[in-house]
């Protein structure tokens, strides 16, 4: 049974860092492409940053870019999401996602596996 567990989320400040982890579990996802999304209330689930494949190039939200870092460790079979400089518009229940995503990387439909999320609030 596949399995993906995330942790790392919390309440923080303006300007602090969180680094998201992402356990999977049940099969080998060094080939696949990993991601993590992430989804605020009353808005739609949007890709956050992640790859195709182990040493594939590695894509970002323009709203994230420069400040997250995405990375995975295929000996763990983990991903990690480096949260820096964050803001009150982070806020969400953040999700990583495994799968083939035979298209484009940002689109969630291309996912197979999703962990059960964890949330992340940032205040002002």
């Known amino acids: 049974q596949v399995q993906l567990v995330e942790s790392g989320g919390g309440l923080v400040q303006a300007g602090d860092s969180l680094r998201l982890s992402c356990v999977a579990s049940?099969?080998?996802?060094?080939?696949?492409?990993l991601g993590w999304f992430r989804q605020a209330p009353g808005k739609e689930r949007e890709f956050v940053g992640g790859?195709?494949?182990?040493?594939?190039?590695?894509y970002y939200a323009d709203s994230v870019k420069g400040r997250f870092t995405f990375s995975r460790d295929s000996d763990k079979n983990t991903v990690y999401l480096q949260m820096n400089s964050l803001k009150p518009d982070d806020t969400a229940v953040y999700y990583c996602?495994?799968?083939?995503?035979?298209?484009?990387?940002?689109?969630?439909?291309?996912?197979?596996?999703w962990g059960q999320g964890t949330q992340v609030t940032v205040s002002s």
């Open positions: 049940g099969r080998s996802f060094s080939s696949s492409a």
């Open positions: 790859n195709k494949w182990r040493g594939g190039s590695t």
């Open positions: 996602a495994a799968g083939r995503a035979a298209g484009s990387i940002r689109d969630p439909s291309g996912y197979d596996y």
